[in-house]
C-alpha cells in the first residue's frame, strides 16, 4: 500500500492484520504516530443470558394462525410472548484488548512511504525515508512464541528514537456510555526500566482492564534497544540512540493483573534472552508458512509481474475501469486464506473465524457474533478444497459446547426434541437473543451448519469423527424435525413456521410506504428449508448405513420422511419459487439467495442429475436485482454462477464487489458507503470479512468442483482467466495440481489418490483428445468429456492435452 491507514476514527478498519489464530495485531501505519490495535478471540463482554421460558404452547396458536391466512399475526407471537415474559438475553461482543502507541520523532517530512504485509510469513510493514534514514517497523504475531514481536529499525544509523508503551483503545461511538466509563476507570497501566538479567537499553510496559465478568484481561511488553538506552516515564518507555529496537508483548484474558504482570514480565525475559527479531520470526514462518502454502493459484502469465506487484490501490483503479485485474483476484483469494489462517485456527484458545477476524476495533461491533444464517458458513466453505480443514475444530467445538442451551431451546420454543440452533450466537450464549420473527421462526440453522459436518468428514475419512461427532449432530438436527415437521392433507410434509433468510414474500411487503427491515418473513415451506432438510436426512442415511449405527427402522424412518417432502416448484416466468407455498410471491430485490441452496452451497441439483430443474434455478439467480446485494452476497451470487458453469457471471460478481465493497486494506464491506447505486445504502457499511472467504470459494468453484463422487475441472473459467495454475487443491479423497492455457491449446491435470478413489472426472470442453494415465479410466454414460476413474492410494491419474504436439 502506499499510504496509511485514513479512515477518520475508525482508522482501524483500513489497518493491515497480522494474527496467530487466537491473537490478532492491527497496524494503522503512522510514522509519527501509530497504533497497534490488539485482540483475542477469547474477550468478549456485555452479554447477558436469562433463562429462557416455556412458550412451546404458542406453537400451535402460531400455526392456527397461519391455516387461517393470519400470516402477519402469527409472525409475531412467538417473538410477542418472550417479551411479555421479560426474556432478554443479549449477545456479547468481541472488544480490543489493549493498544500498543508508539510515538517517533520526524525531522523531515516523510517521503517513498510504504505499508507491507508478507502473507507468505504473516509480517506487517511500514517504511519511509526521513532525511538520509530509511526507517521500518515490522511485525507478526508468533505462533510459536504466542506474542506480538515488532521490530523498529533504521539501516543501522543509531537514529531510533521514541516512546513506546500499552493503553485503553478508544471509542469514538461508546465514549460516553456507563458502561465504557467503567471499563475506562478500571485501566493500570505502567512502565520501569529492566534490572538483570536485561541491563541497560531495556523496559516493561504493562496494561490491564477489568471486564464485566470482573476479571482481567491485558499485556505486558519488554523493550530492548540495540545500542540505545531505554527509561520509563509516565507510563511510558523512552528509547533513543538505538540502531533498531525490539518490543515483544504477550496478553492474557481472564485473569488477575498483578498475578498475570508478574508471569508475563518473566516468562518475556526468558524468552528474549537468547532470541532476536530473525529467531523468533523463523520459529513462526515454520509454523504459518505450510497451512499458507498448503494450496497455491496463478493467473495469467506465471512471469507477468508487472501487476503483481502494484499496491492495492493501483489494483482497485484498474478495477474502477469495469474488470478486477488477474493480480487483484489471485490477491484476494490469497489474502481470504491468510485472513482465514490467522484469524482462527485447531487450539483450544481459537473461537471459529467471525465477521471481523481479529481485528475489530470498537467495543460493540455491528453483527460482531456468529451468524448461523448465511455469514459462518460463507466463511467455512472454502476451507476444505484449499487444504485448510484442520483449522475446523474451532467450528465444530463452539457449537458443541452450546448443545444444552439449544436442546433447551428446541424443547421450550418449539416443543421439540433435538437442537434448535439461534442464527446469532457468542461463546455461552446458545439462546435466542434477536427477539424478530425473522430469526426467531427461522429452524434451519443446524441443518445448514450439518453440511460442514459431512463435509469434514468426506475430505478426511476419519471414521472417529464419522461416529464420535458427526453422526450424533445430524441425529440431534433431525431429532428436532421428527416432532416438527406436520403433515398435510396430501400426504407432503408443511414446515411452519418457515422463513427465507430474511426476505419478505413480495405480496407482504408495506405498500403505505413503510420501511421495516423484515416486515413479515414467516411462511410455510420456504425453499430453502425444505432443501435443507433434504440434504440433512440423506447424509444421516447414507452416514449411518457406512458407519453401521442405525436400526433397519430408523433407516426406513428417515427414508420415508425424504419421501414426505415437498417438490420445489417453478414460477410462471421460469425461476424456481423462493417458496412453495403458493400463498407467498417472489420477491427480486433482496440480497439473500437462499432458495439456491440445492444448486449452492448444496449439491442436490445438477447440471447431470435435473437439467430441467437446473435451468429454472439458474434463471431465479438471474432475476436477483443489482441494487439490492451487498458484498457478501455478490461472492455468493459469484459461487452460484460458477456452479451454473457461468464464468463470466461469477467474474462479473467478483468485478463489482471489487469496486463497490473493498477497501484499501482488501478487508470487505457489507455494502457501499458511497452511494453508487451498486449495493443496498446502510451508512455503516460494516467491515464483513466473510465476503473475503465467499471470493476464495467463488474462484475455487470456478476452478474446481468436488461432489461426491463427480469433481469438475476449469467447470466455470472466465475468458480472460486463460492462463493459469493451481496446486495443493482437494478433492474428497486426494490432491489436485493443474495448470492450463486456453490460448495455446494446453492442459495437464494431477490427481493423487490418498485414499481408495472411485469418481467421474468431467474435463473441460476444449481440452481436446486427452492423453490419461496412471489410474483405471473408462467412459461414463454421463457423456464425452465424463471420465471414470479408479485410484488405489498413492496412485496418480494424469490427464494431458498440449494441442502443438498433435498438430
Known amino acids: 500500500m502506499r499510504y496509511p491507514a485514513s479512515w477518520w476514527r475508525n482508522m482501524w478498519r483500513e489497518a493491515l492484520p497480522s494474527g496467530n489464530g487466537v491473537i490478532g495485531a492491527s497496524v494503522f501505519g503512522g510514522v509519527k504516530e501509530e497504533t497497534i490495535l490488539l485482540n483475542h478471540a477469547k474477550l468478549w463482554h456485555w452479554g447477558r443470558k436469562d433463562e429462557l421460558p416455556d412458550v412451546s404452547h404458542i406453537l400451535p396458536q402460531t400455526r392456527a394462525m397461519m391455516d387461517s391466512k393470519r400470516y402477519r399475526e402469527g409472525s409475531w407471537l412467538l417473538a410477542n410472548a418472550l417479551k411479555e415474559r421479560g426474556y432478554g438475553s443479549k449477545l456479547a461482543s468481541r472488544f480490543p484488548l489493549a493498544a500498543i502507541r508508539l ?9 517513498s512511504y510504504r505499508r507491507t504485509l508478507a502473507m507468505d510469513s504473516g509480517e506487517v510493514g511500514v517504511e519511509w525515508t526521513d532525511g538520509s534514514i530509511r526507517y521500518s517497523r515490522r511485525l507478526f504475531v508468533s505462533r510459536a512464541d504466542d506474542a506480538v514481536v515488532y521490530e523498529i529499525d533504521s539501516d543501522g544509523e543509531a537514529a531510533v528514537a521514541g516512546e513506546i508503551g500499552l493503553a485503553l483503545h478508544p471509542s469514538d461511538r461508546w465514549g460516553d456510555t456507563p458502561e465504557f466509563k467503567e471499563l475506562e476507570s478500571s485501566v493500570g497501566t505502567g512502565a520501569s526500566a529492566c534490572e538483570e538479567p536485561l541491563p541497560g537499553g531495556a523496559g516493561f510496559a504493562w496494561f490491564a482492564a477489568t471486564n464485566d465478568d470482573g476479571s482481567d484481561f491485558g499485556a505486558v511488553m519488554l523493550v530492548k ?5 531505554v527509561q520509563a516515564s509516565g507510563g511510558m518507555l523512552r528509547f533513543e540512540g538505538a540502531t533498531s529496537v525490539l518490543a515483544v508483548t504477550r496478553v492474557f484474558v481472564k485473569g488477575e493483573r498483578t498475578r498475570d504482570w508478574s508471569r508475563l514480565r518473566k516468562e518475556l525475559s526468558d524468552l528474549l534472552a537468547d532470541a532476536a527479531y530473525e529467531q523468533l520470526l523463523g520459529r513462526h514462518v ?10 497455491t493459484l496463478e493467473l495469467g502469465e506465471a512471469d507477468s509481474s508487472n501487476d503483481k506487484v502494484k499496491s492495492n490501490e493501483e489494483l482497485l483503479f484498474d478495477a474502477y475501469e469495469g474488470e478486477a485485474p488477474l493480480a487483484l483476484i489471485r490477491r484476494m483469494w490469497a489474502f481470504g486464506r491468510y485472513l482465514f489462517i490467522s484469524g482462527t485456527g485447531a487450539s483450544a484458545d481459537a473461537e471459529p473465524f467471525g465477521l471481523y477476524g481479529l481485528w475489530g476495533g470498537d467495543y460493540r461491533l455491528v453483527w460482531c457474533h456468529n451468524m448461523a444464517n448465511e455469514n459462518i458458513q460463507m466463511m467455512y466453505w472454502h476451507a476444505q478444497v484449499g487444504g485448510l480443514g484442520e483449522l475446523m475444530p474451532a467450528f465444530f467445538r463452539y457449537y458443541e459446547e452450546l448443545m444444552d442451551d439449544f436442546r433447551d431451546n428446541a424443547r421450550k420454543l418449539y416443543g421439540c426434541g433435538g437442537i434448535y440452533i439461534p442464527a446469532g450466537t457468542t461463546p455461552g450464549i446458545g439462546s435466542p437473543n434477536q427477539i424478530v420473527p425473522v430469526i426467531l421462526n427461522w429452524t434451519g440453522a443446524a441443518g445448514w451448519l450439518a453440511r460442514h459436518y459431512d463435509e469434514h468428514f468426506r475430505f478426511t475419512g476419519d471414521r472417529g469423527f464419522l461416529k464420535e461427532r458427526l453422526i450424533p449432530f445430524l441425529r440431534e438436527a433431525v431429532r428436532f424435525y421428527e416432532d416438527f415437521l406436520v403433515l398435510g392433507e396430501d400426504g407432503l410434509y408443511r414446515i411452519y ?7 419478505t414474500p413480495l405480496n407482504f411487503m408495506p405498500t403505505n410506504g413503510a420501511t421495516l427491515a423484515h416486515p413479515m418473513p414467516t411462511t410455510i415451506n ?17 452416514a449411518s448405513r457406512q458407519s453401521g449405527t442405525a436400526e433397519a427402522a430408523e433407516l426406513e424412518k ?8 415437498p417438490s420445489y416448484r417453478v414460477n410462471r416466468d421460469g425461476a424456481v419459487r423462493e417458496w412453495i407455498h403458493p400463498d407467498f410471491d417472489d420477491r427480486y430485490a433482496h440480497r439473500h439467495l437462499s432458495h439456491l441452496y440445492p444448486v449452492f452451497p448444496g449439491q442436490e441439483v445438477t447440471e447431470e ?57 482488501l478487508f470487505t464491506l457489507h455494502n457501499d458507503w458511497r452511494g453508487m447505486g451498486v449495493s443496498m445504502a446502510m451508512a455503516a457499511a460494516p467491515v464483513q470479512l466473510d465476503a473475503s472467504m465467499g471470493w476464495v470459494n467463488a474462484v475455487q468453484e470456478m476452478l474446481l468442483q468436488v461432489s461426491p463422487g463427480l469433481v469438475k475441472l476449469l467447470p466455470a473459467l472466465p475468458e480472460r482467466w486463460s492462463r493459469g495454475s493451481l496446486s495443493g487443491w482437494r478433492f474428497h479423497t486426494g490432491e489436485l495440481s493443474m495448470e492450463w492455457d486456453r490460448e495455446q491449446g494446453r492442459f495437464r491435470a494431477v490427481l493423487l489418490a490418498k485414499r481408495a478413489t472411485e469418481l467421474v472426472v468431467k474435463v ?20 464425452r468429456v465424463y471420465i471414470s476413474v479408479r485410484l488405489k492410494p498413492g496412485m496418480s491419474a494424469i490427464f494431458s492435452y498440449d494441442h502443438r504436439v498433435r498438430s
Open 526 to 542: 420456504a425453499t430453502m428449508d425444505v432443501a435443507i432438510l433434504k440434504e440433512l436426512l440423506s447424509n444421516l442415511i447414507a
Open 764 to 783: 473441460p470442453e476444449w481440452a481436446g483428445e486427452l492423453q490419461m494415465t496412471g489410474g483405471e479410466f473408462g467412459p461414463s454414460e454421463l457423456g
Open 103 to 111: 510515538d517517533m520523532p520526524c525531522g523531515s517530512a516523510f517521503r
Open 286 to 295: 515454520a509454523l504459518h508458512r505450510p497451512l499458507y502454502r498448503s494450496a
Open 558 to 565: 428417515w427414508r420415508q420422511m425424504l419421501d414426505r417432502l
Open 225 to 229: 534497544a540495540d545500542g540505545g538506552t
Open 497 to 503: 413456521p418457515s422463513v427465507s433468510p430474511e426476505n
Open 609 to 665: 442429475s435435473h437439467p430441467e430443474l437446473f435451468e429454472a434455478f439458474e434463471t431465479a439467480v438471474r432475476k436477483r436485482e443489482l441494487g439490492a446485494q451487498s458484498g457478501w452476497s455478490l461472492a455468493h451470487m459469484a459461487s452460484i454462477y460458477a456452479r451454473l458453469g457461468d464464468g463470466e457471471g461469477a467474474a462479473e460478481c467478483l468485478d463489482i464487489l471489487s469496486r463497490s465493497s473493498l477497501l484499501p486494506n
